[in-house]
């Protein structure tokens, strides 16, 4: 529903569809950058006609969508696009996403509750999926205080450094660490572009170490929530926590406790 038209009201009106804005309607206007020319929108259902018209004034270049047998195709969306330059194609997953927070699932809800941090923590999660370390993969999400993601990010080389051929192993010989980027620092680093993230929440999968500690400081992050995990509580841990308290950076544990399934098909 639009900003301001409470969901519950107008969800049992009789004609909600009236009211409803699509998905692509809400992703172009809640965008984070000043404009949109030559993105690309990622989709679940390919776009109806009148959708079709926003993304070609927004500029948008291309358009990926999942594709549904049971959905319908409409014409007219084509023909805008080929007309206006906006490619379009389909984009089939190799494979489904199990999201399994350290197994301790409750397997009860049939529909998963993203709400209160829920879904921003998974963004983070299945960030973390991209990076190519083999040991340990890390994922941070940061969000505005409109509840807007402006950066997510994952462990992983610095640009141009190849994340195939750099080494992620741990000895003198290959050792990974002289030159992994942490998550929080790629996520602070490739927010989007003129976003300020004074006052956002970073969200990440590990808690902090006292590198990106320092980064988030002095991005002006204001809260930080990270991922339950029996191995926080290090030493090092404490060293983070001095800084936070000190900067006025407040820290939130969240336990994760469903298990979302992305299932295409
Ligand atoms: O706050 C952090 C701490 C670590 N990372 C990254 C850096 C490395 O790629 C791995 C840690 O590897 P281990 O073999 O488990 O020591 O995680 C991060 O992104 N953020």
């Known amino acids: 529903m639009p900003t301001g038209c409470n969901n519950k009201t107008f969800i049992n009106h009789t004609y909600a569809n009236f009211f409803e804005c699509d998905a692509e309607i809400n992703a172009i206007l809640n965008k984070n950058s000043i404009n949109l020319q030559n993105c690309t929108i990622f989709v679940s259902l390919y776009p109806c006609s009148e959708t079709a018209k926003i993304i070609i004034q927004s500029g948008i270049k291309e358009v990926v969508y999942l594709p549904d047998?049971?959905?319908?195709?409409?014409?007219?969306?084509?023909?805008?696009?080929?007309?206006?330059?906006?490619?379009?194609?389909?984009?089939?997953?190799n494979e489904n996403i199990k999201i399994d927070f350290f197994h301790h699932a409750k397997l009860d809800r049939p529909v998963a509750d993203l709400s209160g941090g829920n879904l921003f923590?998974?963004?983070?999660?299945?960030?973390?999926?991209?990076?190519?370390?083999?040991?340990?993969?890390?994922?941070?999400?940061?969000v505005n205080s409109d509840n807007k993601i402006v950066g997510t990010g994952y462990n992983g080389m610095p640009t141009g450094c190849n994340d195939d051929e750099f080494p992620w192993?741990?000895?003198?010989?290959?050792?990974?660490?002289?030159?992994?980027?942490h998550a929080e620092m790629n996520a602070v680093f490739y927010k989007s572009s003129m976003i300020n993230v004074k006052d956002c929440t970073l969200y990440t999968t590990r808690f902090p170490c006292i590198e990106c500690?320092?980064?988030?400081?002095?991005?002006?992050?204001?809260?930080?929530?990270?991922?339950?995990?029996?191995?926080?509580?290090?030493?090092?841990?404490?060293?983070?926590?001095?800084?936070?308290?000190?900067?006025?950076?407040?820290l939130y544990e969240h336990e994760q406790n469903l298990v979302i399934t992305l299932d295409f098909a």
Not at 121 to 142: E, F, N
Not at 169 to 181: D, E, H, L, M, P
Not at 219 to 245: C, H, Q, W
């Open 69 to 93: 047998p049971k959905s319908y195709k409409e014409p007219a969306t084509k023909k805008m696009f080929d007309a206006s330059g906006v490619e379009i194609r389909e984009h089939t997953p």
């Open 213 to 250: 500690g320092k980064i988030i400081i002095q991005s002006g992050i204001k809260d930080v929530v990270y991922l339950k995990n029996p191995k926080n509580g290090k030493e090092e841990d404490r060293a983070t926590k001095e800084m936070f308290n000190a900067s006025g950076v407040k």
């Open 121 to 142: 923590m998974a963004i983070a999660y299945l960030t973390s999926k991209r990076s190519k370390d083999p040991v340990c993969q890390v994922g941070a999400c940061i």
């Open 169 to 181: 192993g741990k000895s003198s010989k290959s050792n990974k660490f002289i030159y992994v980027c």
